[in-house]
């Protein structure tokens, strides 16, 4: 799946704004209206989808701005707005019917659509307010006072600085085409470089630069600068407001804000570094406490591979999300996409997940965190004996497990001790019996939230704050196991499994996987002639992931008894859908934006 840019997150109601003289749509009072929007026309149809699989699928405030969304994608056709909020890009494909769909159809370029960059001197903004990129005239910037008409832009005074981290090349110096691509960090923007491209729009103001770093530092130092253009003739720098478009242009290079990190992680980092700052893309990696002591691990760029959708909230800031999460003992994880700000978009920016779990789903634009093993640190010893009676710093109820050795409970706490191990447990208590079933575990923490269970051999009460958490220590034996309690039956049992979307909790709701919504059906099948197994596939979040990389599949299965994922084309036997239908040897799950979204529809079984 092709990510959205994270510009056009950022500044797509601008453009719209510019466009057109509409700027509100809505189905079915504007069935049949047009916009034109980037060159395009495209006229509205309400209660219709496109076939495919999407270019992308991101939150969208608006209609309006889904159209400019694929007015600015070179590869887009059509788009379509859900329900839910969501914006998919999609390629010249067969249309279907379904109610909770809205979709833009092009129907012809704008007239007078200039068709490349148009070249400029900057002595004809006239106060016109056209934006263009840095001419080829020789750069003699006289022109640049005409410029009136960019007033209308003041709005975007409210839009955030780019991107902050410390992923920079920094080299000594930089020059196209052999620096294509490398990353310069200054003074806490990262900028990326884009050899032989400039800006569609035109810059604000322009200054003189020496050298293509120096043009990078100049747009750094000013808080409106968002991205610049770099003349290699005329030397001079154009700095660019958001909104701001990339484009082809031969006579230059461009600086761009870059939230991604350069190199994506395969797996998470085993000993990640704690940050209390999460700007991307220098935290990448990196853990952070929220304020009840969930620890998160953060992923710039990145959405969940597969989860079931929570709530959406509207937040100011990542930080503010992670605590959305922290409110909802549910909340495993959570998506930010910081470009859709809660003072200038109506979405909602901020999506809570009911699991999590390390993602190689890449999302530009969105950044992604889950709940973590907290961090450690090298345990204290104490002098205190096996089996003493005294114990002066105890406070808290005792715990006597099977074994005889009693535990004491201490409630918002934990050690931070290095883990002997780590699985998963039902309650606490069973956590308490499985470490006195090991010989070197003599304390216990546990997380109500992910029901994990960290063994650890601290002997001492627990120091760290931590409200998440209940923990526990031994105080010694009190005797053997010959007069056992409740408990002696899950002395060997084994740990639960990883935490996951399944049946049949999850029934009905939402599931997020690599980019795409799913709706979860349990004891429920697709039936179809035009059916096909996903090779891989081990469980039903696998399974939706497949499907959602699949542009074919508009419907699968996932077969409890045969732990099997089985696929479902859009039509069978000259053009019907499959049909649907209760049966406890499958769950199925169906793309939202697909022809198979609406199950009430299709023929049932």
């Not at 750069?139 to 410029?147: S, Y």
């Not at 950044?367 to 961090?375: I, M, N, Q």
Request: a negative charge.
């Amino acid at each position: 799946m092709a990510p959205t840019s994270i510009i056009f997150l950022l500044t797509a109601a601008g453009l719209v704004g510019q466009a057109v003289a509409q700027t509100t749509f809505a189905c079915p009072g504007d069935a049949g209206k047009t916009i034109t929007t980037g060159g395009k026309v495209y006229t509205l149809k309400c209660g219709v989808g496109i076939e495919g699989r999407p270019l992308e699928g991101n939150p969208c405030p608006s209609l309006a701005e889904c159209a400019t969304r694929c007015a600015s994608n070179p590869q887009c056709d059509h788009s379509s707005l859900d329900k839910a909020g969501k914006c998919y890009l999609k390629v010249n494909d067969k249309e279907f019917s379904l109610a909770t769909l809205s979709t833009w159809i092009f129907k012809e370029l704008a007239p007078s659509t200039p068709q490349t960059p148009i070249g400029n001197s900057n002595t004809g903004g006239g106060g016109a307010g056209a934006q263009v990129p840095i001419g080829t005239g020789g750069g003699q910037n006289t022109g640049n006072t005409g410029n009136t008409g960019n007033t209308g832009n003041t709005g975007n005074t409210g839009i955030t600085r780019p991107p902050t981290g410390e992923e920079g090349d920094n080299l000594a110096s930089y020059s196209c085409p052999g620096d294509k691509g490398a990353r310069y960090s200054t003074n806490g923007i990262v900028y990326e470089l884009h050899c032989d491209t400039g800006h569609s729009l035109g810059a604000w103001k322009s200054e003189p630069a020496s050298s293509l770093k120096e043009c990078a530092d100049i747009c750094a130092r000013d808080p409106d600068c968002f991205s610049s253009d770099f003349h290699r003739n005329s030397y001079t720098c154009a700095l660019k407001k958001a909104p701001a478009q990339l484009t082809p242009w031969a006579s230059g290079d461009a600086w761009w804000p870059t939230q991604c990190p350069k190199a994506r992680a395969a797996v998470a980092n085993k000993n990640p570094e704690v940050t209390t700052d999460l700007t991307c893309p220098g935290n990448d990696g990196k853990i952070f406490e929220g304020s009840d002591g969930t620890w998160f691990y953060l992923q710039c760029c990145t959405d969940t591979d597969a989860a079931v959708i929570l709530d959406y909230k509207t937040t100011t800031s990542q930080k503010e999300c992670s605590e959305e999460c922290v409110k909802d003992k549910k909340c495993k994880s959570f998506m930010y996409i910081p470009t859709l700000a809660a003072s200038t978009a109506a979405q909602a920016n901020c999506r809570l997940y009911a699991n999590g779990n390390f993602s190689n789903s890449k999302a530009e634009g969105a950044h992604f965190a889950f709940v973590t093993d907290p961090p450690t640190k090298e345990p204290v010893i104490s002098d205190a004996k096996l089996c003493s009676t005294e114990c002066p710093e105890a406070d808290g109820q005792l715990f006597v497990t099977p074994t005889g050795q009693n535990y004491q409970i201490s409630c918002k706490k934990r050690h931070g001790t290095s883990y002997l191990k780590i699985d998963r447990r039902g309650s606490f208590e069973a956590c308490m019996t499985a470490c006195a079933a090991m010989p070197a575990c003599h304390s216990a923490e546990f997380e109500p939230r992910t029901k994990k269970c960290f063994y650890s051999n601290n002997h001492n009460a627990p120091a760290i704050d931590a409200e998440a958490f209940v923990s526990a220590h031994s105080l010694g034996c009190s005797g053997a196991c010959s007069s056992c309690k409740k408990g002696c039956d899950r002395l060997g049992a084994d740990p639960m499994p990883a935490d996951a979307a399944a049946c049949d909790a999850d029934h009905g709701k939402v599931l997020a996987a690599a980019g795409e919504d799913f709706r979860l059906q349990c004891a429920h099948c697709f039936y179809s002639n035009g059916v096909w197994t996903a090779a891989g596939a081990k469980n039903l979040a696998e399974c939706a992931t497949a499907c959602a990389g699949d542009e074919q599949c508009h419907a699968a299965n996932w077969l409890v008894a045969a732990g099997k994922c089985t696929h479902h084309g859009p039509a069978r036997n000259g053009g019907q859908k499959p049909s649907f239908g209760q049966s406890e040897e499958c769950h199925a799950i169906v793309p939202l934006d697909r022809s198979c979204a609406d199950t009430s529809t299709l023929q049932q079984q």
